[in-house]
């Protein structure tokens, strides 16, 4: 990698924007300085210019299926492909992500630690970073249990955390309440039992590993933050009633601290087939009350991340994270912190903080350029003009 430069008119630098020209120079793979104003490069640096453009770091999906292809029933199709197949699913999801200038994703469900292992054949600086829960834990028959994370009993659960430790996963992934997806299960209930999620806490935690735990029903993010997880997906709060956060709930969550990663998000342009619709209405989830949970959460203060449960279906293709920030707006959320959460917030939360989601020298050189500026515009995400990846323009 040589040394270079990129300027821009504006920058988002992780938590503020900074307008009037930006200089960012690179030299391997990471970031050496940020010059604001419109001073020279160094000599022998060569420039890229990005005229009315934003500089941004590279985004952070902190909720992605690597291993689904966005097909009907990506999930329930796992069961049947081979481990080479996957792998093939896994580097064109990755691809895709990185031409939507997503540089890091969290995989929070894989096939019987399929991405793991794909990962731990050899780091790929050409594809974004990926950070992997492996099989998500399940109770027995329960959401995504044909991922292969079944456990019953304390015990049982103990002892799939410490599976995924020795595979080598980066958090754990709990499924405390049931899910759209697998018949059978309930989305307005927990799976597991306070001791069996407190023992999932605890071994993880032991290993130095965080926990999420999935939870649509509201007891099950109650749960959730009565045990001490460390974030919580979707948080839909789903009763027999329908979906609703209440404000002392999200109250309670805010103080806490836990990360809470809202999976809003779909492409505009793919029309949801009628029996999807319906198996969500069933569950008490619509997009209004989805969006109505994310503004409450929002209100109260609550660390959010953003995740767009990427791979799960035809809307949910990979690289759809820009539509959950156009979404993160829609619900009132201002546009910077929705950068925040797909930025520096996000490296955070994936553990890679000191190193990822900011333009500042020592970080490493995740880039994306946008034409226009996504502060006023949050929908020029849409169209990246480039992607750096450790340094490198790839996209």
Same mark, same amino acid.
């Given at each position: 990698?040589?040394?270079?430069?990129?300027?821009?008119?504006?920058?988002?630098?992780?938590? #503020?924007?900074?307008? &009037?020209?930006?200089?960012?120079?690179?030299?391997?793979? #990471?970031?050496?300085?940020?010059?604001?104003?419109?001073?020279?490069?160094?000599?022998?640096?060569?420039?890229?210019?990005?005229?009315?453009?934003?500089?941004?770091?590279?985004?952070?999906?902190?909720?992605?299926?690597?291993?689904?292809?966005?097909?009907?029933?990506?999930?329930?199709?796992?069961?049947?492909? !081979?481990?080479? *197949?996957?792998?093939? /699913?896994?580097?064109?999801?990755?691809? !895709?992500?990185?031409?939507?200038?997503?540089?890091?994703?969290?995989? =929070?469900? *894989?096939?019987?630690?399929?991405?793991?292992? %794909?990962?731990? #054949?050899?780091?790929?600086?050409?594809?974004?970073?990926?950070?992997?829960?492996?099989?998500?834990?399940?109770?027995?028959?329960?959401?995504? %249990?044909? =991922?292969?994370?079944?456990?019953?009993?304390?015990?049982?659960?103990?002892?799939?955390?410490?599976?995924?430790?020795?595979? &080598?996963?980066? =958090?754990?992934?709990?499924?405390?309440?049931? @899910?759209?997806?697998?018949?059978?299960?309930?989305?307005?209930?927990?799976?597991?039992?306070?001791?069996?999620?407190?023992?999932?806490?605890?071994?993880?935690?032991?290993?130095?590993?965080?926990?999420?735990?999935? +939870?649509?029903?509201?007891?099950?993010?109650?749960?959730?933050?009565? /045990?001490?997880?460390?974030?919580?997906?979707? $948080?839909?709060?789903?009763?027999?009633?329908?979906?609703?956060?209440?404000?002392?709930?999200?109250?309670?969550?805010?103080?806490?601290?836990?990360?809470? $990663?809202?999976?809003?998000?779909?492409?505009? !342009? /793919?029309?949801?087939?009628?029996?999807?619709?319906?198996?969500?209405?069933?569950? @008490?989830?619509?997009?209004?009350?989805?969006?109505?949970?994310?503004?409450?959460?929002?209100?109260?203060?609550?660390?959010? /991340?953003?995740?767009?449960?990427? @791979?799960?279906?035809?809307?949910?293709?990979? &690289?759809?994270?820009?539509?959950?920030?156009?979404?993160?707006?829609? $619900?009132?959320?201002? +546009?910077?912190?929705?950068?925040?959460?797909?930025?520096?917030?996000?490296?955070?939360? $994936?553990?890679?903080?000191?190193?990822?989601?900011?333009?500042?020298?020592?970080?490493?050189?995740?880039?994306?350029?946008?034409?226009?500026?996504?502060?006023?515009?949050?929908?020029?995400?849409?169209?990246?003009?480039?992607?750096?990846?450790?340094?490198?323009?790839?996209?």
């Amino acid at each position: 990698m040589t040394k270079h430069a990129v300027r821009a008119e504006r920058m988002f630098d992780g938590e #503020r924007l900074v307008d &009037g020209g930006v200089l960012v120079l690179l030299d391997g793979g #990471r970031i050496v300085d940020v010059r604001s104003g419109r001073p020279e490069a160094p000599e022998g640096w060569p420039v890229r210019e990005a005229p009315n453009s934003t500089l941004l770091p590279g985004l952070v999906d902190a909720h992605v299926h690597l291993c689904a292809d966005a097909g009907p029933d990506a999930l329930g199709r796992l069961a049947d492909r !081979a481990e080479a *197949d996957l792998d093939a /699913v896994v580097e064109a999801s990755l691809r !895709a992500h990185l031409r939507a200038g997503i540089t890091t994703v969290r995989d =929070l469900g *894989d096939r019987r630690d399929a991405v793991l292992r %794909w990962r731990g #054949r050899g780091v790929r600086d050409d594809l974004p970073t990926v950070v992997a829960a492996g099989a998500p834990v399940t109770s027995v028959g329960g959401h995504c %249990w044909a =991922l292969g994370g079944e456990a019953r009993g304390v015990d049982g659960v103990r002892e799939a955390v410490w599976l995924r430790a020795a595979a &080598g996963a980066d =958090l754990v992934k709990i499924m405390a309440s049931g @899910g759209v997806f697998t018949p059978g299960t309930d989305t307005t209930r927990p799976q597991f039992t306070d001791q069996e999620l407190a023992a999932a806490r605890n071994q993880a935690h032991d290993a130095g590993l965080p926990v999420t735990a999935h +939870a649509h029903a509201l007891s099950a993010v109650e749960q959730a933050l009565r /045990v001490g997880v460390d974030g919580i997906e979707h $948080c839909t709060c789903v009763t027999a009633a329908g979906a609703r956060v209440p404000e002392e709930l999200a109250d309670r969550l805010a103080a806490s601290g836990i990360a809470v $990663c809202a999976t809003l998000g779909t492409d505009p !342009a /793919v029309v949801t087939p009628p029996e999807v619709v319906e198996m969500a209405a069933r569950a @008490g989830l619509s997009e209004a009350a989805l969006r109505a949970g994310t503004a409450a959460l929002h209100r109260a203060g609550v660390r959010l /991340v953003a995740g767009s449960d990427a @791979g799960l279906g035809p809307a949910k293709p990979h &690289g759809i994270l820009p539509e959950t920030l156009v979404d993160y707006v829609a $619900c009132g959320i201002p +546009a910077t912190a929705a950068l925040t959460a797909a930025t520096s917030v996000g490296a955070e939360v $994936c553990g890679l903080g000191g190193r990822k989601g900011r333009v500042h020298p020592g970080f490493e050189a995740d880039l994306l350029i946008v034409d226009g500026d996504p502060t006023s515009d949050i929908t020029v995400l849409r169209r990246p003009l480039a992607v750096y990846r450790a340094g490198d323009l790839v996209s």
